[in-house]
């Protein structure tokens, strides 16, 4: 008989942000009971585990509001224990702003957040040692609002995406410099190959979806890019435009695609229960899809890669599904007041 997806979890715990509680919650693996909850700076985006330190990473975008749409950029950096559920430290990034995607090299403890660009400068990526928990620099991107960044295995090449820029910026980490531009019709999430051989990358750009009177958008799917080449070979289609995407530890390419419904009251119509669509990453096969809550912003699984955790903004909700039945197997709502709010996510293996 198989082994019950959820066997062996006990003690591990998923960390779930509240966008708009602004809250960090915390949840049993096992059996998904709420452990606890700390409360953060508004507005928490994204979160980033440290295994070494053992220390949670959240970045807080913004005083309220969204990308292109909000009442000013933030510039702090949260640090979190997540065994006593305490604010360690509030890192200020100032003068850079609009901190949110994370990524991680533990083997040279480095941690890399994307910022929004100004006046004076481009956005791009502060490098910080978690260690010390202090900004060693910054590498330009070239494109005013990188808000997604993933590293090679290597640690050597990260790459981040640009929304409404036409291009994913590449970045040699060893030099701090920015070294190509991959053409795509703006970009989203993104997820980097095992081998780091390709990038895949959701495109093109969300707002164009929900602009009135814009061009008629590209069409939607995972842009694969050639890393030796540092161009797009292939594309995945989707339905739908997609917004994050995540890489199994079995090599399983999900996808999280937001879907809209027609609604007489909006030209935009309004949103629709969402999609995890599942690749292959070696065949680029599409394996099956399986509903999910409104507004998928951000998916995760756990390190087996069995389970995957996608949360969905507008209903404010974490679908937990078994990554191969593709089946549901529950649901956690988020606390939020009012307002849409479940957003960043990170799995945390229980001590050793």
């Known amino acids: 008989m198989q082994q019950s997806p959820r066997a062996g979890r006990e003690g591990d715990v998923l960390a779930v942000v509240s966008q708009s509680g602004p809250t960090v919650s915390f949840f049993d693996a096992a059996v998904d009971r709420h452990l606890g909850t700390t409360e953060l700076l508004a507005e928490p985006h994204e979160l980033c585990f440290d295994p070494t330190q053992r220390l949670l990473w959240c970045t807080t975008a913004y005083h309220s509001g969204y990308y292109h749409a909000n009442s000013g950029r933030r510039t702090e950096l949260t640090v979190i224990d997540p065994d ?11 003068p850079e702003h609009g901190p949110h995607g994370l ?76 070294t190509a531009k991959v053409e795509v019709p703006g970009s989203e999430g993104l997820a980097v190959s095992a081998d780091g051989a390709r990038v895949y990358v959701a495109s093109p750009y969300a707002g164009h979806f929900f602009s009135p009177g814009a061009e008629e958008p590209p069409a939607t799917g995972v842009r694969v890019i050639d890393t030796r080449t540092a161009s797009v070979v292939e594309t995945l289609p989707t339905d739908d435009v997609i917004i994050p995407m995540h890489l199994t530890s079995t090599g399983k390419l999900l996808a999280g695609e937001m879907r809209m419904e027609a609604d007489p009251e909006s030209q935009l119509g309004r949103q629709a229960p969402g999609r995890l669509t599942v690749f292959s990453a070696d065949t680029h096969k599409r394996l099956g899809e399986v509903e999910v809550g409104h507004a998928p912003l951000t998916i995760t699984s756990s390190p087996d890669g069995r389970l995957g955790y996608v949360a969905c903004v507008a209903s ?37």
């Open 84 to 94: 006593t559920r305490r604010v360690v430290e509030v890192i200020d990034l100032a």
């Open 103 to 178: 990524a991680l090299d533990p083997a040279r403890g480095r941690l890399y957040v994307s910022v929004e660009g100004a006046a004076d400068r481009p956005g791009g990526v502060v490098v910080i040692d978690t260690a010390t928990r202090r900004p060693l620099g910054r590498i330009d991107t070239d494109a005013p609002g990188p808000h997604w960044f993933a590293i090679d295995p290597a640690g050597r090449t990260g790459y981040a995406t640009n929304k409404e820029a036409p291009f994913v910026s590449v970045v040699d980490l060893e030099r701090g410099t920015l």
């Open 316 to 352: 404010s909700t974490v679908d937990i599904v078994d990554l191969e039945t593709l089946r549901g197997l529950g649901r956690l709502d988020i606390a939020k007041r009012g307002e849409p709010g479940a957003h960043g996510l990170a799995y945390l293996p229980r001590p050793a």
